[in-house]
């Protein structure tokens, strides 16, 4: 349990998260309207999209199973029937004047994530539901000094809100929710998690108790969009309410917004309650019923998710727990470490991409998917290591001429002369100089044979470090010794 301590004692924070995630699809929830990012404002929006008289919603089958996918991925239950509803509000990017969303009847249940701590400990955080619901617009207040613009091309994309219960109690917690959170839903495919473009958005509700005692009264931070952001917002707002209410006073029930130049949460307006959104079902779009078979025929598509792949790594290719959790943490980099290792060994695999090559991705911001060095050229590079071509040290080189040309690392060995030494008469020859060169320190390891090393660095020097170690070691010390 992480406690925080205040003037008058240790306090708790206990947190749960909303995550807002848009479903890849090729239309809107209601409408055929295309969902690409970046568009001209107002180009991607039909009829429907902007509340015209008439004008009904059509539900989109493929958001549908994106969200029962998502649900099963969270071993959440997969409610057979489920209801939409009107959430009335108003607001100048909404043109209806209400949301559709899911209110008592979502489509998804209760569920469970396991997460990472830092400290290698696991977590199971409890999901309360899963609903489907379309975005609103989005208000521009940079357009214009005295105006605000409203782009309605996100106005009716779908959205899967995931709420978890308040089962978090730090930054950490949440931070590590979120990560995994995002990368289950990019395993499966039915969100691209880039928060950045705000296809995943977070609200944290946070509020601070004494140790095991009631649950405070909560506030939401609205919108916080990335998992930096999401600790600095919770670290910030459990110190505020502390300090609060260590003077006397209480904490109300609000929204605030998080100013991520600032590092501070800033009061927004009071905080709604269900009955003030005036809730009822839909009365254009019937309820959603499902068969258990037609929820099988999606479980069967299901690829390997995180933790299941964490595990075989670690029962298979005898990594440690951390590792196949870095590994597998993104999709994208379990395909290209299983590349790597596929035939070879698999923890010199993971060395080599955790390492050098994890290093070389963060120097040049890049992504595995625009390294300049790909897995089949990565595990050639091992694959000269194992078969004595190259030294490890020549390894070092040839990684760093592979990341400058992008080029095969047999290609390389041949063009730049780095195929090890293994002849025995040239590393004796190039013993035989460095002995001759260094009489007192031959004298000096005579009495002192930890000096070994210096003259095995000596070698290596001299040939480039292109000498077989092996062999330097053998035939130096039948030298040394005799």
């Not at 406690?3 to 699809?25: D, N, P, R």
């Not at 055929?32 to 009904?56: H, K, R």
């Not at 396991?114 to 199971?124: A, H, Q, S, V, W």
Request: glycine share 8%.
């Amino acid at each position: 349990m992480s406690l925080i301590k205040g003037e008058t004692g240790e306090w708790e924070i206990v947190l749960g998260l909303e995550v807002h995630a848009q479903v890849i699809s090729d239309a809107k929830l209601f409408s055929g309207a295309p969902t690409t990012f970046g568009a001209d404002p107002n180009t991607q929006v039909s009829l429907v999209d902007a509340a015209m008289p008439g004008m009904l919603p059509v539900i989109n089958e493929r958001c549908v199973e994106q969200a029962i996918r998502t649900g099963l991925g969270l071993n959440a239950k997969i409610n057979l029937r489920s209801i939409f509803d009107r959430k009335n509000y108003f607001y100048q990017d909404l043109p209806q004047g209400y949301q559709i969303s899911q209110y008592k009847d979502p489509i998804v249940g209760e569920g469970a994530v396991e997460i990472d701590l830092p400290d290698g400990k696991t977590r199971t955080i409890g999901i309360e539901r899963l609903h489907l619901e379309q975005d609103a617009g989005k208000s521009l207040h940079d357009q214009h000094p005295s105006q605000t613009y409203v782009d309605l091309n996100r106005s009716g994309v779908a959205l899967m809100e995931i709420v978890s219960k308040p089962d978090m109690r730090s930054a950490d917690e949440a931070a590590a929710y979120l990560a995994k959170l995002r990368s289950i839903v990019r395993y499966l495919g039915t969100c691209d998690g880039n928060m950045d473009e705000g296809s995943m958005r977070c609200d944290v509700n946070v509020s601070v108790r004494r140790p095991g005692g009631e649950l405070g009264t909560r506030c939401e931070i609205k919108n916080v969009n990335s998992i930096r952001f999401v600790k600095q917002a919770i670290e910030y707002e459990a110190r505020r309410q502390i300090e609060v209410i260590e003077s006397g006073g209480t904490i109300k029930q609000e929204t605030r917004n998080f100013d991520s130049g600032r590092g501070e949460t800033r009061s927004s307006r009071s905080k709604e309650d269900a009955q003030d959104y005036r809730y009822f079902p839909d009365p254009d779009l019937l309820p959603l019923i499902f068969t258990q078979e037609y929820v099988d025929q999606i479980r069967a598509t299901l690829p390997e998710l995180p933790d299941a792949r964490k595990n075989r790594y670690i029962k298979d290719y005898g990594l440690s727990p951390y590792d196949a959790g870095v590994l597998t943490a993104e999709k994208e980099t379990a395909e290209f470490f299983e590349a790597v290792a596929k035939g070879r060994d698999a923890k010199q695999a993971a060395n080599l991409v955790t390492g050098d090559f994890f290093a070389m991705l963060k120097r040049r911001s890049a992504t595995v998917e625009t390294s300049p060095i790909s897995a089949a050229n990565l595990g050639k590079l091992l694959d000269l290591q194992a078969d004595g071509t190259i030294s490890g040290r020549i390894a070092k080189d040839l990684f760093v001429a592979m990341e400058e040309t992008g080029k095969d690392p047999a290609v390389l060995v041949e063009e730049r002369g780095l195929k090890q030494v293994t002849d025995t008469g040239a590393i004796e020859a190039a013993i035989k100089a460095v002995i001759d060169a260094n009489p007192g320190q031959v004298a000096a390891y005579k009495a002192k044979p930890t000096m070994f090393g210096w003259f095995v660095g000596q070698v290596m020097k001299s040939t480039g470090g292109k000498a077989n170690p092996k062999v330097v070691n053998e035939l130096l010390k039948k030298v040394l010794d005799a």
